[in-house]
């Protein structure tokens, strides 16, 4: 079992920043794949970015350059450093992890980029 907690969401004017954290606690020793994904409102949800426990990373297109993800192993969590953000960023962002073959996610964290 794995419970993942964001936090960090909120509201920004485009060009700003934000920086999500999502922390993973449960029955294990160790998670290999960590994401982020995004859902924004009538739209389906779509990965953001993904890092695997050695730091490779895969980033959509519509966010390179602006976002990063990294990972604490030691503490089981992942961040998304959100920079340069645009409206077309607003969107329900939640935490992915996969242990066993099963997938879990996080509850999510509202990012609104309006002015």
């Known amino acids: 079992q794995v419970q993942l907690a964001e936090s960090g969401g909120g509201l920004v004017q485009p060009g700003g920043s934000l920086r999500l954290s999502c922390a993973a606690r449960?029955?294990?020793?160790?998670?290999?794949?960590m994401g982020w994904y995004r859902q924004a409102p009538g739209k389906q949800r779509e990965l953001v970015a993904r890092?695997?426990?050695?730091?490779?990373?895969n980033y959509a297109d519509s966010v390179k350059g602006r976002f990063t993800i990294s990972r604490d192993n030691a503490k089981n969590a992942v961040f998304l450093q959100m920079n340069s953000l645009k409206p077309e960023d607003t969107a329900v962002y939640y935490c992915?992890?996969?242990?066993?073959?099963?997938?879990?996610w996080g509850q999510g964290t509202q990012v609104i980029v309006s002015s």
């Open positions: 992915n992890t996969w242990l066993a073959s099963r997938e879990y």
């Open positions: 449960g029955s294990f020793f160790s998670l290999n794949f």
């Open positions: 890092i695997l426990s050695d730091g490779s990373t």
